[in-house]
T-cell receptor, first 114, second 116 residues
Framework: KAGVTQTPRYLIKTRGQQVTLSCSPI?????VSWYQQTPGQGLQFLFE???????NKGNFPGRFSGRQFSNSRSEMNVSTLELGDSALYLC?????????????FGDGTRLAIL | AQKVTQAQTEISVVEKEDVTLDCVYE???????LFWYKQPPSGELVFLIR??????QNEISGRYSWNFQKSTSSFNFTITASQVVDSAVYFC?????????????FGGGTRVLVKP
């Protein structure tokens, strides 16, 4: 069974640009969550999508947005990039959205802002 | 608001020693779920174990065991007879049943280095 797939693996952007990251969940999983990991702030929840609806959102500015498609694949977009957005962005999928089921993570997209 | 604290930032052991990772959590929910994840250098977070707030039975799974104590809000994790492949960063995480969705709150992580 294929795991969570995130593309691209690495990305370099400059300040002010925007970026779109993609996540394909495990087959049959309907929930996709996104996390940001930085050395200073650790792992922080960005948002979760379930059945194409945003279920929960973390404490991030509106520059961070996402969506989910009918096949459960998800994209995350960050506009007007800032140096502080440099991070490892992790996507996780799970069967449901009740907090009980373990989330399974992808390898992440490492984003560097110059 | 929920919070997870892992006081140990780094632990270094020699192979075959046991390693115990501490985790203390805060939550106002009466129903919640606790997890341990492992992050090897490759970056992917690997799910290890889950415990429900209403089940305080401690278990052993292979070389892994965990000690959940609701009275002290602790969820400690032990690796028995550590191996070099256990070297990774270990994260404790909390999910509240009352919160909408699958939001995980992570601790800061404990880096484990197992030397041969």
């Amino acid at each position: 069974k294929a795991g969570v797939t995130q593309t691209p693996r690495y990305l370099i952007k400059t300040r002010g640009q925007q970026v779109t990251l993609s996540c394909s969940p495990i087959s049959g999983h309907r929930s996709v969550s996104w996390y940001q990991q930085t050395p200073g702030q650790g792992l922080q929840f960005l948002f979760e999508y379930f059945s194409e609806t945003q279920r929960n959102k973390g404490n991030f500015p509106g520059r961070f947005s996402g969506r989910q498609f009918s096949n459960s694949r998800s994209e995350m977009n960050v506009s007007t990039l800032e140096l502080g957005d440099s991070a490892l962005y992790l996507c996780a999928s799970s069967l449901g959205s009740g907090g009980y089921q373990p989330q399974h993570f992808g390898d992440g997209t490492r984003l560097a802002i110059l | 608001a929920q919070k997870v604290t892992q006081a140990q930032t780094e632990i270094s052991v020699v192979e075959k020693e046991d390693v115990t990772l501490d985790c203390v959590y805060e939550t106002r929910d009466t129903t919640y779920y606790l997890f341990w994840y492992k992050q090897p250098p490759s970056g992917e977070l690997v799910f290890l174990i889950r415990r429900n707030s209403f089940d305080e039975q401690n278990e052993i799974s292979g070389r892994y065991s965990w000690n959940f104590q609701k009275s002290t809000s602790s969820f400690n994790f032990t690796i028995t007879a550590s191996q070099v492949v256990d070297s990774a960063v270990y994260f404790c995480a909390l999910s509240e049943a009352g919160a909408a969705g699958n939001k995980l709150t992570f601790g800061g992580g404990t880096r484990v280095l197992v030397k041969p």
